[in-house]
């Protein structure tokens, strides 16, 4: 098995490529902003950098969000073409859940909550649980308004905790989607170890599209 696994749900674009015995290499590029320009560069220079060429890779796996929807239609495209070119399998992850795994590996206990970015002054929010083979995610995705976050005390991780630390700090990490991260969960989903699912390769937009379809016309009286 040879993995890629793409992210564009945070902040820039975390990729990395993994084969079974773990990650050979993993990046994080750009911002919020470049997604679209850094993406293929950054899967050329990791796959350059773990030695491996494109008809190595058996699996693409992508992080489906929740995210703006800019750069989740950025990084799940091009997973999609890439897999298709390739002749990969392709998986979805939802990035909240490589956050939580990431977490857990980083000594988070018990139960806590992820926050990402959700703009507008939101937040994509999920809680999950420390079980016996990872995080395991009891509520969510939800985006909802900081203050509306329930807490109960528990421990945010995520970009949400360094913006909002009056309803969710303090501050703790990590803050965006680490590859290394969604790629482990993502392997350890296709042995049937995993404590978090995979997901068809389909973005997770959680408010209602800006753009709607006009309503009938009204009629003009005299």
């Known amino acids: 098995m040879l993995l890629l696994a793409i992210d564009t749900a945070t902040d820039g674009v975390a990729v990395a490529v993994r084969d079974d015995s773990g990650t050979l290499a993993a990046r ?6 470049h997604h679209n320009e850094v993406l293929v560069p950054t899967v050329e220079a990791v796959l350059a950098e773990a030695g491996r060429e494109r008809r190595d890779v058996t ?5 489906v ?17 890439l897999a298709l070119a390739w002749g990969a399998e392709l998986h ?23 926050a990402t970015d959700a703009r507008r002054r939101e937040v994509h929010t999920a ?32 970009r949400g905790s360094a913006l909002h630390p009056d309803h969710l700090g303090p501050a703790r990490e990590p803050f965006d989607v680490d590859a290394t991260a969604l790629a482990d969960l993502a392997a350890a989903a296709l ?9 068809p390769a389909e973005p997770l937009y959680l408010r209602r599209p ?12 005299g």
């Open 210 to 221: 800006d753009a709607v379809e006009p309503g009938a016309r009204k009629r003009v009286t």
């Open 191 to 199: 042995a049937g170890t995993g404590t978090l699912p995979l997901l």
């Open 127 to 158: 809680r999950y649980r420390v079980g016996a083979g990872g995080a395991v995610r009891l509520a969510g995705p939800d985006v909802v308004a900081p203050a509306a976050v329930e807490r109960d005390g528990l421990v945010v991780v995520g």
């Open 28 to 33: 994080r590029a750009g911002d919020a902003r």
């Open 59 to 63: 699996h693409v796996v992508v992080g």
């Open 65 to 81: 969000g929740p995210g703006p929807y800019t750069g989740l239609r950025v990084g799940i495209v091009t997973a999609a073409t």
């Open 92 to 114: 979805g992850v939802c990035s909240l859940d490589a956050l939580a795994h990431a977490a857990v590996a980083a000594g988070v206990e018990g139960e806590f909550l992820v």
